[in-house]
């Protein structure tokens, strides 16, 4: 998937920050989402999907709108202070009008509370030419430590067929 990756020279933020650790050796993200921090400590973000995502005519297949949700709302968990250590746990997303290809989209991502180790953040995605919603999403992020992916490895390695 290579929509519209776009340069990220300009931005502020450390290169841990901006790309997951599939991205970083590439240095551009796959999906082509570019991100900044807020004052505020929200997200903004921008990209525009490219042909090789569209699932029906003109519009993206949905799937995509999820991946770039996931990514978007698990940065909001940190900021650019530090690789982001939260998990998905869960991650709704309401597609409110056709996503379309081609087009430029600006996309936002806020903590609405925490609870424990849980984060809650909320996300939006909008045309950038007309301001129109497109979809919005609601996540629960988990903080964890590298115990998380010892126990990870650990689980995983008990899957193996003998
Ligand atoms: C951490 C939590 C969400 C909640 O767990 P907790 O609050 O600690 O609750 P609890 O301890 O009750 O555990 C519940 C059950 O889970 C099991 N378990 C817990 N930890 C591990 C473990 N480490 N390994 C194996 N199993 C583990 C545990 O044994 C228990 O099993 P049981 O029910 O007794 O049989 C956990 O369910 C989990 O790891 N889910 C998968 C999350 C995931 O893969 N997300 C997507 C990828 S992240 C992403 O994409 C973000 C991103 C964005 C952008 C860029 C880059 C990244």
Redesign the pocket.
Known sequence: MNSGVEDAGELTAPREWQY??GCKPQGACRVGLVRWLEEDGSVSGRITFGKDVEGGPGVIHGGYAAVVF??L???ATTGPAGV?V????SLTVHYRRPIPIEQPIVLRAWRVRTLD??MFIDGEMRLASSDALLATAESV??A?TD??????K???AQQRPA
């Open positions: 997951c650790s996931d990514e709302l698990g940065t982001p939260a998990v998905t746990k180790r849980d992020f988990t964890v115990r998380h992916f010892q126990r990870h650990e689980w995983l």
